[in-house]
């Protein structure tokens, strides 16, 4: 019982803990990438204190709910976007030797089912909004989610038939070098896909803020709207741990019985540092285009990835 508790209170931490760092690290990459001053000066030293404002500013707004809105749903839906990244990185190793919050014998398809339900969250807060711009992100966001889940779940698949299993950490254990060369293009796809299920730029039209007023959370204020911010950090957080664990190797690395653990965080942030580096490189794609590099160009990538690694895997046999 009492390591149940430990590890369940570890996960909450990192939670509550990682998600902030993240958020913080964009402040200050995009201030560097791009110029901006305003987030280097809150608190002095380098602008150390941009999210506390954040945080500050968050909670001394207004809680309102529309006057049309279906109250419960509307106030309910903050919370099934966020949730979902708390179970899965349940079940994502850290390290060796049982570091999981919870070893799942199916874990990888346990982890593509629950971010798969975030979605619902964004449905509940268009349609409970009352808001036609608010019910039209949602469905733009129902749309792109479901369009970048299969070529998702296809590169997934693709390191599942190499290793063998649907554990993660039975991935980890199978996990060899040579598997990064043949393994790259599913790499793409997934990342890329993870990408776009988060809504981050440059797949971020169902939120274009200057077209659709920030999409499904148009009517959210104060903490709720934080929430929907903090599911978006939490989201980078999970999908850099799991390219890290199925296409990166995780915790291997030099000395990694000791190490394993620092060595599955530094390529956690190194991918979460891409996340942050895409959103100041590239343009916003348009909604048709969006959809067209799903079907068109993921998903034929992704069918090529599972095709190679059923060979290679047939010529190791």
């Known amino acids: 019982m009492l390591d149940t508790v430990l590890r369940c209170v570890a996960t ?37 204190a941009q999210l506390v404002a954040d945080g500050v500013k968050f909670a001394q707004k207004e809680d309102v709910v529309p006057a049309g809105a279906d109250r419960r749903i509307f106030q309910l839906a903050p919370a099934v976007s966020l949730l979902p990244y708390l179970f899965v990185l349940l079940a994502i190793p850290v390290g060796p030797d049982g570091f999981v919050g919870q070893a799942i014998d199916a874990g990888l398809f346990f982890v593509l089912a629950v971010m798969g339900v975030g979605v619902i969250g964004k449905l509940m807060a268009g349609w409970a909004s009352a808001n036609k711009f608010s019910l039209l992100g949602g469905l733009r966001t ?38 990064l060369p043949w393994q790259i293009i599913g790499a793409f796809v997934f990342f890329t896909a993870g990408l776009a299920e988060l809504q981050r730029p440059p797949f971020d039209m169902p939120v274009a803020d200057s077209e659709i007023i920030f999409g499904a959370y148009t009517e959210y204020t104060g903490l709720r709207f934080a929430l929907f911010l903090l599911s978006e950090y939490a989201g980078i957080l999970v999908v850099s741990a799991l390219t890290a664990v199925l296409f990166l190797g995780g915790w291997h690395g030099p000395m990694a019985d000791q190490l394993g653990w620092l060595w599955m965080l530094l390529k956690t942030f190194a991918l979460a540092f891409v996340v942050i580096w895409l959103r100041v490189t590239y343009p916003r794609l348009r909604e048709d285009q969006l959809m067209r590099f799903a079907w068109v160009g993921l998903i034929p990538l992704a069918l090529v990835q599972l095709a190679l690694t059923g060979i290679i895997k047939v010529a190791i046999s």
């Open 12 to 48: 909450l931490v990192v939670f509550l803990l990682f998600p902030l760092v993240i958020g913080q690290t964009e402040h200050k990459v995009m201030a560097h990438m791009q110029g901006r001053l305003g987030p280097m000066y809150a608190g002095g030293f380098h602008g150390w």
């Open 142 to 179: 129902a749309a792109q989610l479901m369009s970048y889940e299969l070529p998702m779940v296809l590169a997934a698949a693709s390191v599942a038939m190499a290793a063998g299993t649907l554990s993660l950490p039975g991935i980890l254990d199978a996990w060899q070098w040579y598997w």
